[in-house]
């Protein structure tokens, strides 16, 4: 889920998409990059959310979801030590953003 969010037309989309519904932003943004992106964040649409997951993808969080095999997202980054990883998590320490997280599991972010 955060891989398929992570490249920077997908950025640009979420960062224009701060108003709207994910729907409505799946309605703006072509791309099958964003498509893939938004299809996984469907049920994670408000703004709280978005702007979580955009400061979440930082190719350091990247690469530390990148080494996580079988935990969940949010278990992968609690064991990443960077100041960047723990920027993102202090972000993303509300209920709505882990449940988000929590749902888009590593199985998710590696497909």
């Not at 100041?83 to 199985?107: I, P």
Request: proline residues 0%; contains cysteine.
């Amino acid at each position: 889920c955060l891989y398929h969010c992570s490249t920077s037309t997908v950025r640009f989309c979420l960062v224009h998409c701060s108003t709207s519904t994910v729907r409505s932003c799946l309605y703006h943004c072509s791309t099958s990059t964003v498509r893939s992106c938004l299809s996984c964040l469907y049920h994670c649409s408000n703004s709280t959310v978005r702007f979580g997951l955009v400061h979440c993808s930082t190719s350091t969080v990247r690469s530390c979801l990148d080494q996580c095999s079988t935990s969940t997202v949010r278990s992968c980054l609690d064991h990443c030590s960077t100041s960047t990883v723990r920027s993102c998590l202090v972000h993303c320490s509300n209920s709505t953003v882990r449940s988000c997280l929590v749902h888009c599991s590593t199985s998710t972010v590696r497909s």
